[in-house]
């Protein structure tokens, strides 16, 4: 068996490793979602799929720099939910309580959504494995968001509908609907008008 796989096109041997992991992780989809090179994913969380989802995890599939492949992190209790119609590239997203991203979303390239601290902020108890527990907080990616490359979305932050988060920026608190925000860390640039 392990032979045949030498034999077989990457895209196929792709496919298969693709399959086995949503297996695996027991990912709930409306239907199987295209899958542009081989994600990685880890963690004993929950993991739910739309329709029309489009993953890309290879640097042919987005080679605009940065990650080479989709992270997603599960932790031990994360959720993930990704809405009908969205396109995610390259990105690493964290998600150790809850991340919810709504329907007709598009994530560039080396994204990085993380609704954890990871370590407690106190470095006391940073400094013992037992005590060091970081807080988390839910990220809410509503319909129709763009999100530029290279953008860091914390804990917490709720991005609204239609709003436009520019490349490289760095999203540490909660923006309305029908905004484009940008920059270190993020500001209002102008409203949207529809």
Known sequence: MIELLF?????TINHIKNWITLKRKS?????????????????????????????NSSRSSNPIGGDVKLIIDLGKNGNLSIGDNTGISNSAIIAHNNIF?????????????YDTDFHSLDFQKRKDKKIDVAQTKGITIKDNVFIGAHSIIL???????N????????????????????????????????
């Open 7 to 11: 034999f077989l096109p990457s895209k």
């Open 27 to 55: 990912a709930v989809y409306e239907s199987y979602p295209e899958i542009n090179g081989s994600i990685f994913m880890t963690g004993r969380g929950n993991l739910i799929l739309g329709k029309n989802i489009k993953l």
């Open 101 to 113: 991203i709504g329907k007709n979303v598009k994530i560039g390239g080396s994204v990085k959504m």
């Open 155 to 161: 804990k917490g932050v709720t991005i609204g509908e």
């Open 163 to 194: 709003s436009i988060i520019g490349a490289g920026s760095v999203v540490a608190k909660s923006i309305p609907t029908n905004q484009i925000w940008a920059g270190n860390p993020a500001k209002f640039i102008k409203e949207l008008k529809y």
